[in-house]
């Protein structure tokens, strides 16, 4: 049950895009389609904002998106603004029937 | 539009018990899965566990680290869940968030605002 390995940060500047990558193992973000991100900024409860690997919340910035890999899911940040500057979060279902999250990515504009 | 309130967060010593309630509104709440999701101060999120609704099997889950100490529960006709919290320790401090559940695959699409559970003597 370890969580899943995603960069401790990750930072572009404004207008440009970046990736932040979340890597589990075949039982957890290779087994299933069944992975989310959330946005979280300081004080404030996390919002999704990427569901199912590659759907989008409704309301959420068409910036975003999401795609996976084999074992490495990633959620891309297009055109970036510094309203985008936050910590994001991946979880995946996993086969034990538990949920895993992984450590979390503080991005930063410049 | 659904919305989640959490209370009973406040200081506890080691070794002892809590409560947590959330109580849910703007949704169908015998229908809904729920879990709860911590997170310690400065440090990433972790999921504590789920609850299915009584439609699902009612069945509880729970992460390695706190399972046979933490209880998750609800009461449909209060529309609220529940997390009891026994033999805390240190690390189990954090702010504690209750969360809706909206697939079988565990997507949480909503968050309440969070409760602090501070584990000191």
């Known amino acids: 049950q370890s969580a899943l390995t995603q960069p401790a940060s990750v930072s572009g500047s404004p207008g440009q895009s970046i990736a932040i990558s979340c890597t589990g193992t075949?039982?957890?973000?290779?087994?299933?389609?069944?992975v989310s991100w959330y946005q979280q900024h300081p004080g404030k409860a996390p919002k999704l904002i990427i569901y199912d690997v590659t759907n989008r919340r409704s309301g959420v910035s068409d910036r975003f998106s999401g795609s996976k890999s084999g074992n490495t899911a990633s959620l891309t940040i297009s055109g970036l603004q510094a309203e985008d500057e936050a910590d994001y979060y991946c979880s995946s279902y996993s086969s034990s029937s538990i949920v895993l999250f992984g450590g979390g990515t503080k991005l930063t504009v410049l | 539009e659904m919305q989640l309130v959490e209370s009973g967060g406040g200081l506890v010593e080691p070794g002892g018990s809590l409560r947590l309630s959330c109580v849910v509104s703007g949704i169908t709440f015998n229908y809904a899965w729920m879990s709860w999701v911590r997170q310690a101060p400065g440090k990433g999120l972790e999921w504590v566990g789920r609850i299915k609704s009584k439609a699902g099997g009612g069945t509880t889950d729970y992460a390695a680290v706190v399972k046979d100490r933490f209880t998750i529960s609800r009461d449909d006709s209060k529309n609220t869940v529940y997390l009891e919290m026994n033999s805390l320790k240190s690390e189990d401090t954090g702010v504690y968030y209750c969360?809706?559940?909206?697939?079988?695959?565990?997507?949480?699409?909503?968050w309440g605002q969070g409760t602090l559970v501070t584990v000191s003597s």
């Open positions: 075949s039982s957890d973000v290779g087994g299933y389609n069944y």
């Open positions: 969360t809706h559940v909206g697939s079988i695959w565990d997507r949480i699409d909503s």
